[in-house]
């Protein structure tokens, strides 16, 4: 029955599903901008650029994020070196990525890490029939490791509690609106994130009128004061990296595990307090469509090590319970 039923779009679903991603088709005409720098990477694998980096995608209407129809994936980033824009391309077993701006280095550097290289599928052992066949039908999943802890962390904290639609609106409102032009010929209204000390100095009312409350404000202010620490969590181990990003009152396991499965591409981090994953996981694996937390993890204790990815691909299988009630609806607090 794998594969016959389409994931609900929730955030669960985006989260963990892909990006789509055009075949390669006609080149688009490019405005024009200095060379940017060049990167080949041969992967040692299968590799699907919408699999691998479609996790770092906030909405369809993401300013730090786009595919186009020529089959490119673009970013949009704030590096420890600056501002910097990356397209990646794949084509006949290569990847080619182009990168501008201050960042454009560090970004080609990170290339290979950013599409899976530090990831190992041969360590997952299937001992589901669900999920064996997803991986053999998508056998490109790689686990993306951006390396950049805030640039997962504070849409993070924004998707805490809320909609889907909630919170990709307010990244998209509070990136385009004090976020920086991305570098390069990036395509129109593409945008880098704030950095910590612009996000530290947006005021309150527009937060607000983003639709963010409170809590997640100050938890994403208290955040950015001590942005410096919470990056060196990349070079740390993603236990290690959670545990001090759990510091920050606000910050608890689930926005800490959304975090490290981007930053770090972390194959255990499997996300606790969530309002779907634990019925799907249940569902797919158990039966169980009103399986809670521990029966969540009990059921993925025989992935100890590899708990992420054995979530990753219960949601590419599109094995979910059907709907029996109707969609969380928005508080649209910016309107009061």
Known sequence: MAGRFAPRPTRTTVRGGETVVPAQGVPLPRQAAAPGKVRVYVPDGPLELGLVLGPLRRGPGDPTFRTMPDGSVWRACRTPAGPGTLRVTARGGEVRGEAWGPGAEWLLEQLPRMLGA???PSAFVPRHRLLALTRHRRPGLRLTRTGLVLESLIPSILEQKVTTLEAYQAWRLLVRKYGEPAPGPAPGRMCVMPSARTWALIPSWEWHL????NKRASTILRAVRVAARLEETAGMEPAAAQERLEVVPGIGPWTSAETVQRSHGAPD???V???HLPGIVGFALGGDRHADDSVMLRLLEP????RHRAARLVLLSGRVPGRR???MAPRGIERL
């Open 269 to 271: 981090a499997v996300t």
């Open 303 to 306: 992935y100890a090590g590899q």
């Open 210 to 213: 983003a639709g963010v409350d």
């Open 273 to 275: 307090g969530d309002l």
């Open 325 to 327: 009630a109707p969609r």
């Open 118 to 120: 530090d990831d190992d």
